[in-house]
């Protein structure tokens, strides 16, 4: 029974750390990745809350170093699928009908378990799992992840505050019940706090879960559930499993209580959930929701006005950081023939100071990319440039995966503005400039808005403010993020709600109240305190 009405207030973004030299949180960092690299994890699925150890074990290494063993995790099948399914469905009438302020504080302690005893652990698990430098890790693991937990309770707790209005002798009210049935989360293994996110918001509505989480993702994804489950988390809310996406798939998307998806991945995997979800579309209790976001192909516009300066940083950064592996790098450049030269040798300057080498040297600012699979397609994509007539390698090109999988930050120019590795995404460490003349900018907004079929993330940079307000409103479509003067990535949530439209997802914003109202369903109830007792009305009498 509700005693009150339970209002959580806007949060403060956390504060990012700077691991500094002598600093305190870089010395505990430090004293806990050697700690994590003694040991060598034996990691379970959690499903209903029992620890599931299948003996079909999948190791696990660090990208940066392939020859040293993290630990094991062990691999589902079908049945465990089927087992997730209902455990979800066995938690879920207690979990939903648990009381906000209670559902709400265990993922507000969750938060404060990692902004504090947590924090070098879940951020030393992303560098060593997913090779991330340690300002990579902190941005995304610790920081985002507990804005993420922290505003999500807060958007909710507005959004159960809007209520419809009532008239004289009437009450009306709105209820936001959880979906009926379960909820498939599947997640990618470049950000920690978008595997947590995705399942964990879901959760937050009074939804239970099934989460599949990416192979390479595992070993932060384990940190995170031992996380909630010292927060209170109630076993089968959230349930953790390791198998192919296929067999999830098929099973999840066949099932008549599946109620949604939580995707981030690809944009050929999402089609497919929603063709194979549109088929078995008759077998299903209500109409799932499909929430994805997914590729990018993100572009960075130079204008003739801009600062140079501004626009290396933006592009360095942009293109590079988390060694490109962000569905928001900057990944095709459009250069102005008055700042080409100049732009082009600062480039090439600043790639060739960039130290690169494992995460556990803080002076590395490019690390390895996620496994073998993404360095072959990486590298095949810089072997189709040298052999393009019309493409020039300026700098990096060079690939090793002999101690881990490197790939060497590369700028290419191409003549082509239409040329694959412009159309494409990569997902890696690899930036395309085209040269445009200085004066033809209005023709080249034409062209970044029609060369790629995503429309994620873009920056314009310029000193202009006719052609910043130009190109904002012509490329309107062409980015669900826009920048301006700056690089097309690190959105924060709660001040850059994320997402992207076109072959970039549903636009669904993580990290915003438009996101949770996908996992919420709305009832209206309206009560008459006085009601009639006889079917006339006034009308029907005669003067």
Not at 276 to 288: D, F, Q, V
Not at 470 to 488: E, H, W
Request: hydrophobic share 40%.
């Amino acid at each position: 029974m509700n005693k009150g009405s339970f209002y959580y207030p806007t949060p403060v973004n956390e504060p990012v750390y700077n691991y500094a030299p002598g600093s305190p949180e870089k010395k505990r960092l430090k004293k806990v990745l050697a700690e994590l690299k003694k040991k060598v994890e034996d990691i379970p699925m959690y499903i209903g809350g029992k620890e599931v150890r299948t003996g079909k074990k999948i190791s696990i290494h660090p990208p940066h170093e392939r020859k040293h063993l993290l630990g094991y995790f062990h691999y589902g099948e079908a049945k465990h699928v089927r087992q997730a399914i209902d455990a979800s469905l066995e938690a879920k009438t207690q979990w939903a009908a648990l009381s906000w302020e209670n559902r709400a504080n265990i993922f507000l302690k969750a938060a404060d378990l990692l902004a504090t005893t947590y924090r070098p652990y879940i951020n030393g698990a992303t560098m060593l799992g997913q090779s991330k430098n340690v300002y990579q890790a902190e941005i995304d693991a610790a920081c985002e992840l507990v804005d993420f937990l922290r505003f999500n309770v807060h958007y909710l707790s507005e959004i159960y505050r809007q209520q419809p209005i009532s008239s004289p002798g009437i009450q009306n009210r709105m209820e936001y019940r959880p979906l009926e049935g379960f909820v498939l989360a599947v997640t990618p293994f470049n950000f920690t706090a978008i595997g947590a996110n995705l399942a964990a918001c879901v959760a937050l509505c009074g939804n239970t879960v099934v989460w599949k989480c990416a192979d390479t993702q595992v070993y932060s994804a384990n940190v995170f559930m031992r996380i909630m489950k010292e927060a209170g988390l109630p076993d089968g809310v959230i349930n953790l499993i390791y198998a192919d996406g296929p067999t999830v798939g098929e099973i999840c998307f066949s099932h008549p209580d599946f109620a949604g998806v939580h995707f981030t991945g690809s944009s050929k995997v999402f089609n497919q959930m929603w063709e194979m979800i549109g088929k078995n579309i008759n077998k299903y209790k209500t109409y799932p929701r499909i929430v994805g976001e997914t590729g990018g192909k993100d572009f960075v516009l130079v204008h003739k006005s801009a600062d140079v300066d501004i626009a290396v940083a933006a592009l360095h950064r942009g293109a590079f950081e988390f060694q490109g592996q962000k569905c928001s790098a900057a990944s095709r450049a459009y250069i102005p023939s008055n700042l080409a030269e100049e732009i082009k040798k600062k480039l090439i300057a600043g790639v060739k100071s960039f130290k690169m080498g494992t995460t556990e040297d803080f002076r590395n600012f490019i690390n390895a990319v996620i496994d073998e699979k993404s360095f072959d397609k990486i590298k095949s994509y810089i072997d189709l440039a040298k052999k393009d007539p019309k493409a020039e390698i300026l700098v990096g090109g060079k690939c090793d995966k002999k101690e881990g999988f490197f790939v060497q930050p590369t700028i290419i120019e191409t003549k082509n503005p239409k040329s694959v590795t412009m159309c494409e995404e990569i997902f890696g460490p690899v930036l395309t400039l085209y040269v445009y003349p200085a004066n033809q900018f209005e023709k080249t907004i034409d062209l970044v808005d029609s060369t790629s079929a995503y429309a994620l993330t873009g920056a314009l940079i310029s000193t202009d403010r006719n052609a910043l307000e130009l190109a904002t409103k012509r490329l309107q479509n062409a980015a669900g993020n826009f920048y301006i003067n700056d690089k097309p990535t690190g959105a924060v949530v709660g001040q850059q709600p994320f997402g992207g439209a076109r072959a970039s997802g549903t636009n669904d914003k993580a990290g915003s109240m438009l996101n949770l109202y996908r996992w919420l369903s709305a009832r209206t109830i309206k009560e008459t305190l006085n009601p009639p007792k006889h079917y006339g009305y006034p009308f029907l009498e005669e003067a």
